[in-house]
């Protein structure tokens, strides 16, 4: 019954959204596993791993990996599919997707292993936010990521992120949205969230910050703003990938050895500068070529 809300939900979000590829299926089967930006000398420069939301691999997360590619970073950056073929199902089998975060913590030591001194960074877009903290706590004793980025999580906002912050070095930047009422308000209050409570999500509401817990030092929590809607990030759920949002706010972080409340700061200022400078840019257009002139030639 939920998994058929569900479905109902993600489908009035297609109409909604002028017919958004949310139901994923067939994108999944024309794409498959290609990943544009995984190669050797990549790998040799580090690992970004893309986590989908659960519609698996769209035209959404793809535009994440691309914004991250525009944004200047050049280590590899995989896609990582980890949902059920059935779109939406994934939003409520946890105990499957904690063992799927365990799996790729082990793909992710062995790299450390064999790329030693690499950064790694998570990047987890609604369930895969919840995926990038699972992924994080899943880390074995000893390893660490060095940090996970979350745009607009659907996990509860009282979810304690306690180990996951401990595991990665830099910390966790979430980026959030109040006006993300649909998908992870009445969404998520409704279906549940990853963590199966019945709740506005973490990506919505922002995360609850216990008092005097050292570890929440390193969460650092974005609330979306108007600055943001110039790089193509409305608000609302589906444009929180936008690329070229990514590319501002997301690449920085990404290239960035040491995240504060300072470093986050100044690079959201400059991300808003950027896009405000390329909206008042006029784009140029095609030169204009006067038709060739036609000569006739004289009987």
């Known amino acids: 019954m939920r998994s058929l809300m569900l479905l109902t939900l993600l489908c009035l979000a297609a109409v909604v959204c002028g017919g958004c590829d949310v139901l994923a299926i067939p994108y999944k089967a024309w794409q498959g596993d290609k990943q544009a930006y995984v190669d050797p000398e990549r790998l040799e420069k580090g690992l970004v791993i893309v986590l989908t939301g659960v519609e698996g691999r769209s035209i959404f997360n793809d535009k994440i990996c691309e914004g991250i590619n525009a944004g200047g970073v050049d280590c ?12 939406g199902v994934s939003q409520m089998t946890e105990g499957r997707n904690r063992q799927r975060a365990e799996e790729i913590a082990l793909r992710i030591t062995r790299y450390q292993y064999t790329h030693p001194g690499r950064p790694v960074v998570l990047v987890g877009q609604s369930g895969g936010g919840a995926m990038a903290l699972w992924i ?91 600055q943001m809607e110039k790089s193509g990030f409305g608000g609302g759920h589906l444009s929180s990938g936008a690329s070229e949002f990514v590319a501002n706010y997301v690449s920085p972080l990404i290239m960035s050895d040491r995240w504060d409340s300072a470093t986050i700061n100044r690079i959201s200022h400059c991300a808003a500068a950027t896009a405000t400078k390329a909206a008042a840019t006029p784009k140029a257009s095609a030169p204009h070529t006067k038709p060739a002139a036609t000569t006739r030639k004289a009987p």
């Open 76 to 87: 590899a950056i995989e896609l990582n599919d980890w949902t059920l073929m059935l779109v």
């Open 136 to 226: 994080a706590e899943a880390m074995p004793s000893r390893r660490q990521v060095d940090g996970i980025i979350l745009l607009a999580a659907s996990i509860s906002p009282e979810y304690r992120m306690d180990e996951a912050l401990l595991k990665s070095s830099r910390g966790v930047v979430s980026f959030y949205s109040p006006g993300d009422f649909m998908f992870l308000g009445f969404g998520t209050t409704v279906m549940g969230t990853m963590d199966g409570k019945h709740s506005a999500s973490a990506g919505q509401a922002g995360f609850r910050v216990p008092p005097n817990c050292p570890p929440y030092q390193k969460l650092y929590q974005v609330c979306w703003n108007e």
